[in-house]
């Protein structure tokens, strides 16, 4: 009965004279069948990236990603009985179809996203996604039964979230992309019962045939290569019944979508019947898969690329990615005039990777400046500082970073060791030696550490330390430096706890920032010299005097200025150096030394420290001793002369606020923070260098 139908067919097509053809099967059964040996001419409604090639081949996608298309039997079938709608009998008519299809992945053995045989009750699937739903369903109505669609698809990409099983295999889906049964692609041999695997995504032809029996509510599929006889056993074979599925009357069609993967989806023959097995296809009249695609590839090749490949992918993917931010990450400022100070440049990948990319953990200090951070350069794995300073004035830049190379070829163990710099937009970037040991302040006030308070002697040494580096760049230098922000927090104490002074230039840095009529005067309270508010000249004596104030921070363990304690003036606030003169002229000097010494220090060598401080402190600048003297008063190579007993208690003060110091002095509490004041003042420059 089937083989005459065929015969029937066939011999339609040879009397209506179409070799290739499309032949919607007229004959038994009316347009409850059809067959297309190829699909030139079949006049099937395609949408999306769907076309019919020259030669006969139905081609559901081209290249292009994240496309779909479908290809429709015109007419709508009758899948339930015939009988008026008030009588229907439930039951799905059974139905029968298979057809030839290859699928050519254009890298080589990776596919993208599969094709589908399916019932439908419209033709309009705009609504559909494609990529991995295949061009049936998308996110919304994925599994609901309101779609009515059945299907059977030949999935070439594993989706976790629809439970694929693999990146080859074929499923029954019913209202959505959760397969109620899906196997591998391949078949059992007829001979052996020996299951052989398939690749979909060879590019090589394969036939499919899905047979549903109604009465039984029974779905067969079956896959083998394209020639082949039908396997007599099939691959899935699972209850399913579609008498509520499919609606009535309902539409056959092929869809098939890509993703990411540039695939293209061929069908080259295509029948389908109600109630009776699918007409069989003539292999001789489908059109034939070219060559290159059907190629065949090493069995290493097939084993290795589908793993390979999107690795690969996201290699490529990953690599673009990285460069780009790359580019955006380690992107540094960079001008002309920096070429002669080369060898003084970092690059900003390597003090990136220094700090693991200034990770909190390595924030050594922040505040002053900037922030702080310890490093291991890459290459020398030398330990290192990166201080980061935010800064957007460009004006200025190429004379900062001529002072700082400059600054980096300062050479004494009292100075912290500036290895160079490195310049971002918005950003610069300070490399100096790691001082193992921390900042003196830390020390001082024990704070975080819980370390017992330093002794007199490393004090003294501090102090020793602090003069000569300061000796060195006032005086025995190429040319005079100005520290400018001498206070105990830019004090740090190397592996050996030798102070060393850093942070040099950054206040001539911020001074610069604002336009050429005025000048930013920068330091920090209570080490300010109170002439910086008149004149703004920078001298060294402004250097000696934030050292006399943290002389006696450190010999008093005191914070040259502090607020809310005990022994304030009227103002709430307790000035250090006032506090000391006053002892000093009640001849209590002995007094102010820091009582978590509990005595234990030379009382002549207090005394000498505290006199000194006094002395540097003077709010006369001619007053202050050169730094050579304090190194000789130090010393004791000359004897420290008595301070002057015109130096009277709150007479510093007092010039401040003549000099209009008061109201910034107020409005910064905090003795540590770094201030900046503004005033209008013309053509200012640093009387040190
Ligand atoms: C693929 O098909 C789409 C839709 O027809 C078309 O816009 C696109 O140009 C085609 N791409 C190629 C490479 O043929
Ligand atoms: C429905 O049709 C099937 C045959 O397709 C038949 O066996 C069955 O008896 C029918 N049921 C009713 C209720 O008519
Ligand atoms: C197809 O369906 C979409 C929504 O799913 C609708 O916007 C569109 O008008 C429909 N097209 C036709 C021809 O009915
Ligand atoms: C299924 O689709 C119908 C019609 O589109 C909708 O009303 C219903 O909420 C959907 N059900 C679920 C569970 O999404
Ligand atoms: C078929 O493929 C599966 C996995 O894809 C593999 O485990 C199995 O060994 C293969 N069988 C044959 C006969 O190649
Ligand atoms: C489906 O497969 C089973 C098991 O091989 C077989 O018994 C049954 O007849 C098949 N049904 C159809 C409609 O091919
Ligand atoms: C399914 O069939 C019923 C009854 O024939 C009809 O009311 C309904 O609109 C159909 N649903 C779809 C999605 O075609």
């Known amino acids: ?11 339609a097509c040879h009397f209506h004279g179409l070799s290739h053809a499309a032949v919607p099967a007229a004959a038994a059964g009316g347009d409850s069948q059809f067959i297309y040996n190829g699909f030139a001419g079949a006049g099937l409604d395609l949408d999306g990236m769907a076309v019919v090639e020259p030669d006969g081949k139905l081609m559901l996608t081209n290249v292009t990603s ?45 596919s993208g996203n599969g094709l589908a045989f399916f019932v439908a009750p419209t033709k309009n699937l705009t609504a559909a996604s494609p990529s991995q739903f295949l061009g049936l369903f998308n996110s919304e109505n994925n599994g609901n039964a309101s779609n009515h669609v059945f299907a059977v698809e030949l999935d070439t990409i594993l989706n976790p979230e629809f439970r694929d099983i693999n990146s080859n295999h074929v499923g029954v889906d019913v209202n959505g992309l959760m397969s109620v049964a899906a196997e591998p692609a391949g078949y059992f041999a007829d001979d052996t019962g ?28 079956t896959l083998a290569p394209a020639e082949a006889p039908k396997p007599k056993k099939p691959l899935i074979s699972v209850s399913v019944d579609l008498s509520a599925v499919v609606n009535g009357t309902a539409y056959v069609g092929l869809s098939s979508s890509t993703g990411p993967f540039r695939t293209r989806h061929y069908v080259l023959g295509w029948s389908f019947a109600l109630d009776s097995a699918a007409p069989m296809l003539d292999y001789a009249k489908l059109p034939k898969m070219p060559r290159a695609v059907t190629k065949r590839r090493s069995r290493a090749i097939d084993v290795a690329l589908p793993v390979a490949m999107p690795l690969l992918a996201l290699a490529a993917v990953a690599c673009v990615s ?38 909190g953990k390595h924030l050594l200090g922040a505040g002053g400046f900037g922030r702080v951070y310890k490093g291991v350069l890459p290459e020398s794995k030398t330990e290192v500082a990166v201080k980061v300073v935010s800064h957007d004035a460009r004006q200025g830049m190429k004379q900062f970073v001529a002072e700082v190379v400059s600054i980096g070829r300062l050479r004494h163990r009292n100075v912290v060791q500036l290895l160079g710099y490195c310049r971002r937009r918005g950003e610069l970037l300070l490399v100096y030696d790691y001082m193992p040991n921390g900042s003196l302040d830390r020390w001082l006030y024990g704070y975080g550490n819980g370390a017992p308070p330093l002794s007199w002697e490393q004090r003294l040494r501090a102090v020793r330390g602090v003069a ?85 921070e450190v010999a008093c363990g005191r914070r040259p200025i502090e607020r809310g304690v005990g022994d304030s003036d009227g103002d ?20 102010a030394a820091d009582p978590r010494l509990r005595g234990d220090y030379p009382a002549e060598e207090a005394e000498l420290v505290l006199k000194l401080g006094l002395l540097c402190s003077h709010p006369v600048p001619g007053e202050r001793p050169s730094m050579r003297q304090v190194v000789q008063y130090l010393d004791g190579d000359a004897p420290l002369p008595e301070p002057p007993r015109s130096y009277q208690s709150f007479t510093a003060l007092a010039m401040m606020q003549n000099d209009g110091f008061d109201s910034y002095a107020a409005s910064y509490p905090s003795s540590s923070a770094t201030v900046t004041s503004v005033g209008a003042v013309s053509s200012v420059h640093s009387g040190g260098t």
Request: no cysteine; net charge negative.
């Open 1 to 11: 009965m089937l083989a005459s139908f065929s015969f029937l067919v066939l011999l």
């Open 66 to 110: 994240q496309l779909k298309g479908h290809a429709f039997h015109p007419a709508a079938l009758r899948f339930h009985g015939e009988a008026p709608a008030s009588a229907r009998n439930s039951t799905a008519r059974s139905f029968s179809t298979t057809f030839v299809f290859a699928i050519a992945a254009e890298y080589v053995t990776v």
């Open 194 to 221: 020996v299951f052989k695997n398939l690749s979909l995504y060879s590019g090589d032809a394969m036939q499919v045939w899905v047979d549903y029996d109604g009465r039984a509510a029974v779905v067969n599929v």
């Open 322 to 359: 990285l460069l780009a931010w790359r580019r955006f990450r380690y992107a540094e400022l960079r001008e002309d005039w920096e070429v002669e100070f080369g060898p003084h440049r970092f690059s900003y990948k390597d003090l990136f990777h220094a700090t693991d990319g200034f990770d």
């Open 468 to 552: 000569s580096g300061l000796l060195y760049l006032h005086e025995d230098w190429e040319q005079v430096v100005v520290h400018r922000d001498v206070k105990a927090n830019n004090v740090l104490l190397d592996g050996e706890m030798n102070a060393r002074l850093g942070d040099f230039g950054l206040a001539r840095l911020y001074e610069r920032g604002a336009g050429p009529q005025t000048t930013h005067v920068v330091g920090t309270m209570g080490y300010l010299a109170p002439e910086l508010a008149r004149t703004r000249r920078v001298t060294p004596a402004v250097d000696v005097f934030a050292f006399g104030a943290f002389v006696l």
């Open 572 to 591: 709430g606030r307790f000035v250090l150096v006032d506090w000391v003169l006053e002892l000093w002229h009640m001849g209590a000097l002995a007094e």
